[in-house]
């Protein structure tokens, strides 16, 4: 299984807008390029990714074969209090993959 790379501050003061940065290791193949054999090679990707702050839903995106391989995603959440962020990646094929990180809001 792939571990994902992510980059949180450890810390963070209460309403401090923060950056987070996510990469995740996967081919993402789109389904319709033909392989050396000339078959479609079959479709392959992370269809979506959800980050959660205790449980509670803060980010959620849907990805679509367009998508390159390896998806970076960075996005912007408002600091209200200490506790765990959660990165879910879900795709094809049974792909899942799940991390959590702790941030301390002062």
Known sequence: MTRPLINV??????????????????PMESGYRPGLNGQIIP?????????????????RATLSPAIAANPFLSFFWVATTSG?????WTGDNGFSVSESVDIAVE
């Open 43 to 59: 479709r392959d990707i992370i269809s979506s990714f959800v980050c959660l702050h205790d449980g509670k839903e803060i980010f």
């Open 84 to 88: 765990t962020l959660t990165f879910q």
């Open 9 to 26: 501050p450890k810390t963070a003061r209460r309403g401090e807008l923060v950056e987070i940065k996510t990469l995740v290791s996967h």
